[in-house]
T-cell receptor, first 115, second 115 residues
């Protein structure tokens, strides 16, 4: 099974709201990722968790707050977002290797609209 | 530094004709290379990957890609296009020795399939 699930599929929020995106995998992967994808662009890496510890934060604004409660779950907490944060948010997971080259498996994404 | 170039932003073919999506990479090491497909408003699905075991890589849905080191290419082909192949395709190189999860995406090629 190579499935990564994400909820919700769609989310509309105002700039003052607080919401969370959720991601889950049961492949035994110990690396999990958040990406942001704007229309007609490739995904951009936001955060990487390796063994439940944040290992990469690609200079993402603090209004995005990741959390990895356990090895199967990854959350992205959203607060005070801007309209330009509207995008498809993708979660991915992979094995951890010394080369960092393991295949990443992606979820279906959450389509976020900020009003 | 590693990089990947997808030579065509848009490819249009007729159903039943061959598909060729071109990708060139730059790498100081022996790279890991991937092709992902993304249907509209969906996540990324792994088509195939190259990790130095064999230069001709077979993937899902009849796609295959050939790694040519002398040409630094990893072109994606399919003998006969189907309407369901219409999607965005990303060529990706994994940053050997880099941080966990450092995938380098091409800009994508949109494949259109005409009836």
């Amino acid at each position: 099974d190579t499935e990564v699930t994400q909820t919700p599929k769609h989310l509309v929020m105002g700039m003052t709201n607080k919401k969370s995106l959720k991601c889950e995998q049961h492949m035994g992967h110990r690396a999990m990722y958040w990406y942001k994808q704007k229309a007609k662009k490739p995904p951009e890496l936001m955060f990487v968790y390796s063994y439940e510890k944040l290992s990469i934060n690609e200079s993402v604004p603090s209004r995005f707050s990741p959390e990895c409660p356990n090895s199967s779950l990854l959350n992205l907490h959203l607060h005070a977002l801007q309209p330009e944060d509207s995008a498809l948010y993708l979660c991915a997971s992979s094995q951890v290797s010394s080369r960092g080259t393991d295949t990443q498996y992606f979820g279906p994404g959450t389509r976020l609209t900020v009003l | 530094a590693q990089s990947v170039t997808q030579l065509d932003s848009h490819v249009s073919v007729s159903e039943g004709t061959p598909v060729l999506l071109r990708c060139n990479y730059s790498s100081s090491y022996s790279p890991s290379l991937f092709w992902y497909v993304q249907h509209p408003n969906k996540g990324l699905q792994l088509l195939l990957k190259y990790t130095s075991a064999a230069t001709l890589v077979k993937g899902i849905n009849g796609f295959e890609a050939e790694f040519k080191k002398s040409e630094t290419s990893f072109h994606l082909t399919k003998p006969s296009a189907h309407m369901s192949d219409a999607a965005e395709y990303f060529c990706v190189v994994s940053d050997y020795g880099g941080s966990q999860g450092n995938l380098i995406f091409g800009k994508g090629t949109k494949l259109s399939v005409k009836p």
